[in-house]
C-alpha cells in the first residue's frame, strides 16, 4: 500500500471515533470507492487532470468528487432554505438537475421581518448559498448530483425544523416550529445549519488531494465561518434582551452534539461566566471543530444512529457517501 494510502486510512480512523464499527466505515469506503465515474466532464477536474490520486487511495478514502458532491447537498440545503426566507420561492430548475434523483422540496416561505440589519443579513447569506451551489456545479461539471428531496417547511409539527427543534426541548410534541415566522425563528432556524457546514468543510479539509479543490473548499469554509459568526453574533445580541434566545440557541448546540456521534464539539452562544459571549467555538487549542461527512449526516437526518435518509433529507442524500455514524 502507498504511503498516500495509508495516510488517508489514518485520517478514516481520526474521524471515525467508534471502534466498533471501523470496519464497517472501511467496507463503505471501498465499496464507494470506485464510483467516481466520468468525472473528466467537470470543468476543474478536467483542468486538473482528475481530483483522487492513485487507484489505491481511492479503495481506502473518499474521492475529491464524491466529498464536493457530498457538500453540494449541503449547498443545495442551505440555498433553499435561505432563498425561500428572502424570497418566498425556491432555487431555479436548472440549478438542481444532476447524477441522481432529482428531488422535490417541502418548500419554506418569505420570512416577514421586522428587522432591517436580519434582512439585509439574510439576503447577503442567500446570495452566498447559491453561488455556493453553482460554483460547487461547474466544478463537478457532469458528475455534479442533483438536488434531493429536502424538507425545509414550517408549519408541520412533524416536518424537518419542527423535529429537530423538538429534539432541542423549543416545543412539545404536536406543536410545530415556523423558522420563517418571525426574525428570531429564522435566526434559530439558521443557527441550526451554520455551524454544521463549518465543521463539515474542516473535516473535509484532511481528504481533499487536489490543491485546487482544497483552496475552493477553504474559500468556502472561510464563507461558512463568517455566516456562523454573524448568526451566532446577532443572536447573541437580541439575547441581551430576551434572554429566551440564550436558552434556545443553546438547547440547539446541545442537540447538535447529542446527535452527531463526535464528543464535546459543539458550543452554544454563551460563554462560561454570565453575560459573556461565545461567538467563536473552539477547542482548547483555539482551533475550530472538525466533522467527520457520517458525523454531518447525524445532524441533518435528525438521528443518532446509522442511516441513509431522514430529517432535512427525507429520502437521503444523492452520491456515495450517504450514510450517518
Given at each position: ?96 438537475a444532476g447524477v441522481g434523483t ?33 460554483f460547487l456545479r461547474s466544478a ?186
Amino acid at each position: 500500500m502507498s504511503e498516500s494510502s495509508n495516510k488517508s486510512a489514518e485520517l478514516i480512523d481520526v474521524f471515525d471515533r467508534r471502534v466498533e464499527r471501523r470496519l464497517q466505515r472501511r467496507q463503505f469506503f471501498r465499496n464507494a470507492g470506485g464510483l467516481g465515474l466520468g468525472l473528466v466532464g467537470g470543468t476543474l477536474i478536467s483542468a486538473c487532470g482528475g481530483g483522487s490520486g492513485s487507484s489505491a487511495s481511492a479503495a481506502s478514502a473518499p474521492t475529491d468528487p464524491e466529498i464536493l458532491n457530498f457538500a453540494l447537498n449541503l449547498e443545495y440545503l442551505e440555498s433553499q432554505f435561505y432563498t425561500y426566507a428572502t424570497t418566498g420561492a425556491g432555487l431555479a430548475a436548472s440549478m438542481t438537475a444532476g447524477v441522481g434523483t432529482l428531488g422535490t422540496v417541502i418548500p419554506g416561505q418569505q420570512v416577514p421581518f421586522q428587522d432591517p440589519v436580519v434582512q439585509a443579513y439574510a439576503n447577503e447569506i442567500a446570495n452566498d448559498e447559491r453561488e455556493h451551489v453553482t460554483f460547487l456545479r461547474s466544478a463537478l461539471g457532469s458528475a455534479a448530483v442533483a438536488m434531493p428531496s429536502i424538507d425545509i417547511g414550517g408549519t408541520n409539527p412533524n416536518g424537518a425544523f419542527s423535529n429537530a427543534a423538538r429534539a432541542a426541548g423549543l416545543v412539545s410534541a404536536g406543536v410545530a416550529f415556523n423558522p420563517y415566522a418571525n426574525d428570531n425563528n429564522f435566526l434559530l432556524g439558521a443557527f441550526i445549519f451554520e455551524d454544521v457546514g463549518v465543521t463539515a468543510y474542516k473535516g473535509a479539509s484532511p481528504l481533499i488531494t487536489n490543491k485546487t479543490f482544497l483552496e475552493a473548499a477553504a474559500g468556502i469554509l472561510a464563507a461558512e465561518a463568517y455566516h456562523a459568526g454573524l448568526v451566532r453574533t446577532v443572536l447573541f445580541a437580541k439575547g441581551v434582551d430576551t434572554a429566551s434566545i440564550y436558552t434556545a440557541a443553546n438547547a440547539i448546540s446541545a442537540a447538535r452534539a447529542s446527535l452527531d456521534q463526535n464528543g464535546h464539539d459543539d458550543q452554544g452562544i454563551t460563554g462560561a461566566t454570565s453575560g459573556s459571549s461565545n461567538i467563536v467555538p473552539l477547542d482548547s487549542n483555539g482551533l475550530a471543530f472538525s466533522r467527520g461527512y457520517g458525523n454531518v449526516l447525524n445532524i441533518v437526518y435528525l438521528t443518532s444512529s446509522m442511516a441513509t435518509k431522514g430529517g432535512f433529507f427525507p429520502n437521503g442524500v444523492n452520491g456515495t457517501l450517504n450514510m450517518s455514524a
